[in-house]
């Protein structure tokens, strides 16, 4: 009786262990886009609400209504010390056309601005 006590209790404490361990392994940060602009005609900088481990954005070009194929973020530079997000798209994007940047990762939150 006495072993499947210290058994059970074993058990108990080595869940317990696990579950400590796994919360800690993800920091359970997350940011919004809160703002974004140009910084030249491929460079973006977005504005972040806290600090991340992991972020990614996603963008869409669209230019006189139709979206335009082959975008994305080709290098990050990331400042946390101001919640900053630098990020250089693999192309320039037009001027008057819209850029959609989306949050993956630990980011979430969508905006539209223009170039």
Do not use: H
């Amino acid at each position: 009786m006495k072993k499947t006590v210290l058994q059970k209790i074993s058990i108990l404490f080595a869940i317990l262990f696990l579950a400590v361990l796994c919360s800690a392994c993800s920091s359970g940060d997350t940011a919004e886009v809160e703002r974004a602009e140009f910084v030249s005609d491929n460079e973006i900088q977005v504005y972040l609400s806290g600090t991340v481990e992991n972020y990614r954005l996603s963008v869409n070009v669209n230019e006189n209504g139709k979206e335009q194929k082959g975008y994305y973020v080709k290098s990050y530079t990331y400042n946390p010390f101001y919640f900053r997000l630098t990020a250089e798209l693999n192309k320039n994007v037009p001027k008057g056309a819209f850029l959609t940047i989306t949050g993956e990762d630990d980011l979430f939150g969508k905006i539209t601005i223009q170039r």
